[in-house]
Nanobody, 128 residues
Framework: QSQLVESGGGSVQSGGSLRLSCLASGYMFDSYCMAWFRQAPGKEREGVAAIDSDGTTRYGDSGKGRFIISQDNAKRILYLQMNNLTPEDTAMYYC??????????????????????WGQGTQVTVFS
C-alpha cells in the first residue's frame, strides 16, 4: 500500500536550517511528481517545491534561493533542505504525490489541487 510519511520537523531559531524527509513507500519517482506544501494557521496550503518525474524542479516564491528539493530514488525518500529560516516559515509541511509523465506545468506542479496523495504533515516552528 502506498504511503507518504514526513519527518524532520521541529523548532529552530531564526536563521537556522532543517531538512525534512518524506518516506514514499510504494512510489516510483520516475512515474510521479513529488512536492512539498505548507500550511500555516488561517492560511491556504502553499506550494513550496516540487520535482517532476523527469527531474524538473520548481520552487514557490517562499522557497526560492533558500530551499532545495531532492530525492533518493533507491530509498524512495523525498527531501526538503530549508536554510535561513524565518518565523514566516512556521507551518505544517506536507509531502504530496501525483502520477506524471514529466510534462506538468509549473503552475500545476505547485498547485495543491493537482495532487492525489498526501502525508500527515510535520510541524516546523521558527522562533526569533
Amino acid at each position: 500500500q502506498s504511503q507518504l510519511v514526513e519527518s524532520g520537523g521541529g523548532s529552530v531559531q531564526s536563521g537556522g536550517s532543517l531538512r525534512l524527509s518524506c518516506l514514499a513507500s510504494g512510489y516510483m519517482f520516475d512515474s510521479y511528481c513529488m512536492a512539498w506544501f505548507r500550511q500555516a494557521p488561517g492560511k491556504e496550503r502553499e506550494g513550496v517545491a516540487a520535482i517532476d518525474s523527469d527531474g524538473t524542479t520548481r520552487y514557490g516564491d517562499s522557497g526560492k534561493g533558500r530551499f532545495i528539493i531532492s530525492q533518493d530514488n533507491a530509498k524512495r525518500i523525498l527531501y526538503l533542505q530549508m536554510n535561513n529560516l524565518t518565523p514566516e516559515d512556521t507551518a505544517m509541511y506536507y509531502c504530496a504525490a501525483v502520477m506524471s509523465d514529466g510534462s506538468m506545468s509549473a503552475v500545476h506542479m505547485l498547485g495543491a489541487s493537482s495532487y492525489d496523495d498526501w502525508g500527515q504533515g510535520t510541524q516546523v516552528t521558527v522562533f526569533s
